[in-house]
Structures are given as structure tokens and as C-alpha cells.
């Protein structure tokens, strides 16, 4: 009898390039669910934030800036490692169309920073030293390189995996945590759309990793991967405190770093790991606003389907198509977000609020949008 592969994930597989029949049903939900997230950077609404980035202090155009500096590069150090060692690596077909759907978002991510940094940034010299970030800005170099050593590492696939959700669930966290602040206040409403989407996106890449890490037959020891966490945690602390100097009003680098230790504990525990820093969230609000993000996703996508039943009115049932593509969409995320709550439940980490109260929320032209296009279609 043959001997039986020591990761099955990673175990050549000949028949990876066909995706039926399904192996692994929470891969493909995954898959499913980042399908149904899609959008481009067409979708995001940039008029007003000019007008708002003038009326920004000095300080908070400077942190704002060096935050989408990182992101500017940090979705390619991303694509490099998902293009030359990920793909290649996993062979289970599920895994391998997420990565696929990965890469696809994560070169919209790009262009969306790119795009940003483009219409706020006026003088070319600094527009400049803002996309050459890994080589000019020092904090944001030291964050490159850490993920960077990882690709070429010679380290376990475990390790890497783990490494990689560091930087998008740690790296990631205190600069879409400091948008997200903007928009509490009600300022850069195009920037903080385009966040809103990104930072959903980044955390279903993370929640995506600590998937397979969990699928792993040799996963690392508990201290190896609170010293990676670690790692990941301290470079961020310095990120945030270099890109942001001075006290802002309800946000400090104290703060920030109370924050990014909060993540790193709930990444900790998707990983199966103990706590290491035991802090609270210092910014309720986020919790909040992360939601109210899945309810203006969906707001959004009525608006786009609005528009494309100019075109859809022709065929006779394209109002069911549409009414029911969006009414799909929402019962994806709400089937998979009820599973992951009970999932948290079930590990003694019950989130503070029910995913629930996303769609509950959602506003009554949604609802009025699915009647009248089922009706109008029978």
C-alpha cells in the first residue's frame, strides 16, 4: 500500500486541474464567497476627497500618506509570494482558485492605492518617493523586507502560511484601522469606501490562511508561531509610531499599538494559539464601521445592478437575473458568516456583535429592488 503524503494540501495531485468533484467543502466556500466580493476600482467614487484632503492637518496627511505608501507595495510583495510559491505549492484545485481570485484582487488593490496616492499627491518629486516607499521611507522598507525574506525563505510551508497571515492580518490592521478613523469622522468618503472593500477583502485572505494552517497535519509549535506574531507586532508598533509623530484627536501611537496587539491575539487564536498580549480594543467604533461596510457593499452592487437593467430589459427574464444574482450574493455571505460565528462561539471568542445586524440593516431600497424584479419577471 502506498504510503499516504504528509500534507495532502501540498501532495502532487493529478487531478488539480479539474475543480469537480469538490474535496474540500470549506475551501470552496471561501472561493465562493471572495467570487461573490468582486469589484474594480471603477466602482469607487473619488470626487469629494480632494476638497477634504486640503482641509487635513500637516500630521494627518503625513500618516495618511505613509500608510498608502505601504499598501502601494505591499499588495505586489503579496502577489510576488502567492505567484512564485503558493500556487505552486498547494495542489488542492479548491486552494489553488482562491489564490487565483486572490491574485485577481490584489492587482485591484494596487491600482486602487495607486490611484489614490495619484489624485492627492500633486508634486511629482513627492508623488515619487511615495511609490518607491520600500526604497525611500525607512519604516515602510523595514515592513517590505520582513515579508520579503519570507518568499525566498527556505522555511516550512507552516511557517510561511503563518508569516504571510502576520502581514496581512497584522501588517494590514493599523493602517486600515487609521482610515477607518477618517471615516468615523466623516471625512475622504472615496478613500474610505475603497478600505472598507480592501480591508474585507485582505480579511477573508487571512481568515483563508488560518483555514489551511488548520488543514496542516504538522502544524508548528505554539511558541514558534506567537515568536512570528511577535515579529509581525513589533515592526507594526514602529510603522505606527514613525508614520505618526504627534497625537492625533482620538488616535495616538499608543492607542494604535493597544490595537495592533488586539489583532495580533484574535490572529493568534485563528491559529489555534493562546493569547500573548491579553488587551482590549481600544476603538469600539471599529467594530461598528466594519460592519456597516458589508451593508454598503451590497447598497453599492443594487446601484450597479440598477444600471445594467438598461441593457438587461431587452431579455425577457433579465430582471429575475438580476434580483436574483444580488438576493445569491447576500445569502452566500450571510450562510458562510453565520458559520463563522458559531466557529468563534464554539471557541469562546463570540464576537461583539451579530453579523446578523448587517443584512437586518440593510436599507429598504434593497429589498424593494429584489420584489419589483422578481415580480416584473412573472
Not at 500556487?87 to 485577481?104: D, L, N, S
Not at 431579455?315 to 445569491?328: D, F, K, L, M, R
Not at 458562510?336 to 429598504?364: F, K, R, W
Request: with cysteine.
Amino acid at each position: 500500500m502506498p504510503a499516504i503524503p504528509e500534507e495532502p494540501l501540498l501532495a502532487p495531485n493529478p487531478d488539480r486541474f479539474c475543480m469537480f468533484p469538490i474535496q474540500y467543502p470549506q475551501i470552496w466556500e471561501m472561493y465562493k464567497k471572495a467570487e461573490a466580493s468582486f469589484w474594480t476600482a471603477e466602482e469607487v467614487d473619488l470626487s469629494q476627497d480632494l476638497r477634504h484632503w486640503d482641509s487635513l492637518t500637516d500630521g494627518e496627511r503625513h500618516f495618511i500618506t505613509h500608510v498608502l505608501a505601504f499598501f502601494a507595495a505591499s499588495d505586489g510583495i503579496v502577489l510576488e509570494n502567492l505567484a512564485a510559491r503558493f500556487t505552486k505549492e498547494v495542489q488542492a484545485a479548491e486552494a489553488r482558485a482562491f489564490y487565483g481570485f486572490q491574485i485577481a484582487i490584489e492587482n485591484i488593490h494596487s491600482e486602487m492605492y495607486s490611484l489614490l496616492l495619484e489624485t492627492y499627491i500633486k508634486d511629482s518629486t513627492e508623488k515619487n518617493h511615495l511609490f518607491r516607499a520600500v526604497d525611500t521611507i525607512p519604516c515602510v522598507a523595514k515592513k517590505a523586507q520582513w515579508a520579503l525574506r519570507w518568499i525566498d525563505a527556505t522555511d516550512s510551508f507552516a511557517e510561511r502560511l503563518v508569516a504571510f497571515a502576520c502581514v496581512e492580518g497584522i501588517f494590514f490592521s493599523g493602517s486600515f484601522c487609521s482610515i477607518f478613523w477618517l471615516k468615523k469622522r466623516g471625512l475622504m468618503p472615496g478613500l474610505t469606501f475603497s478600505n472598507e472593500l480592501i480591508s474585507r477583502d485582505e480579511g477573508l485572505h487571512c481568515d483563508f490562511a488560518c483555514l489551511l494552517y488548520s488543514l496542516l497535519r504538522k502544524k508548528l509549535t505554539e511558541e514558534r508561531v506567537k515568536e512570528i506574531v511577535r515579529e509581525a507586532v513589533d515592526i507594526e508598533r514602529e510603522f505606527v509610531c514613525d508614520a505618526l509623530p504627534c497625537a492625533l484627536v482620538g488616535m495616538n501611537g499608543e492607542l494604535m499599538s493597544q490595537y495592533i496587539e488586539f489583532v495580533a491575539d484574535r490572529l493568534l487564536g485563528a491559529l489555534g494559539c493562546g493569547k500573548v498580549y491579553d488587551v482590549q480594543n481600544p476603538f469600539d467604533w471599529m467594530e461598528l464601521i466594519s460592519l456597516q461596510g458589508k451593508t454598503n457593499f451590497f447598497e453599492k452592487r443594487v446601484g450597479d445592478y440598477q444600471k445594467a437593467s438598461v441593457m438587461s430589459s431587452l431579455n425577457g427574464n433579465g430582471g429575475a437575473h438580476e434580483a436574483v444574482a444580488v438576493a445569491t450574493a447576500i445569502t452566500r455571505h450571510l450562510e458562510i458568516d453565520i458559520v463563522q460565528l458559531q466557529t468563534a462561539g464554539a471557541a469562546g471568542a463570540p464576537p461583539p456583535m451579530s453579523c446578523l445586524n448587517v443584512y437586518v440593516g440593510l436599507s429598504h431600497n434593497v429589498y424593494v429592488f429584489l420584489i419589483q424584479k422578481l415580480s416584473n419577471a412573472f
